[in-house]
């Protein structure tokens, strides 16, 4: 039986979100709220979903209204690493998305793209960073992820 590239990735999208998750109880990362698969919106006629959104404030501030500025948005990306990489890092960086993550899964590592030059729709800073990496968030310096548990276990 074959699975959709949507069944495949759904399970490390829910994997990241529940690293994310959990960071609201670490000290650091009070103040920030983590969603998933939800609306953010990156213009009057863009409204992206992200895979995973760290977000300033807390749950009751977007109970009205989809975010519009994020600490982080993550994408997980297999079929999509095109479009993750070229259309959405735009999108985020003109809204001024302070930090982006492509989890890529066939590439087996994550790129990190910061520092957003809204006006030239781009991110100033990208690298890879690759199994036994760390990557510490930009916007919450104490708060850092491994790489690894990003990624698909090895085979």
Known sequence: ??????????????LIF????????????????????HCF????????EPDVAVLPGTLEDYSTQHPSCAHL???????SLVQDRLTKAGIYAAAGVAEYWIVARRGDHVQVSS??????RRYAMVRIARRGETI???????????????????A
């Open 136 to 154: 510490t968030l930009s916007a919450l310096p104490d708060v850092s992820v491994r790489v690894d548990d990003l990624l698909p276990p090895q």
């Open 41 to 48: 919106i990156a213009g009057a006629h863009s409204a992206p």
């Open 1 to 14: 039986m074959k699975r959709s590239k949507n069944a495949l990735l759904l399970p490390l999208a829910t």
């Open 115 to 120: 520092d957003p030059i809204a006006s030239e």
């Open 73 to 79: 948005l993550v994408e997980v990306a297999d079929s």
């Open 18 to 37: 529940g690293l994310f998750f959990l960071w609201p109880l670490v000290e650091s990362m009070r103040g920030a709220f983590v969603d998933q698969q």
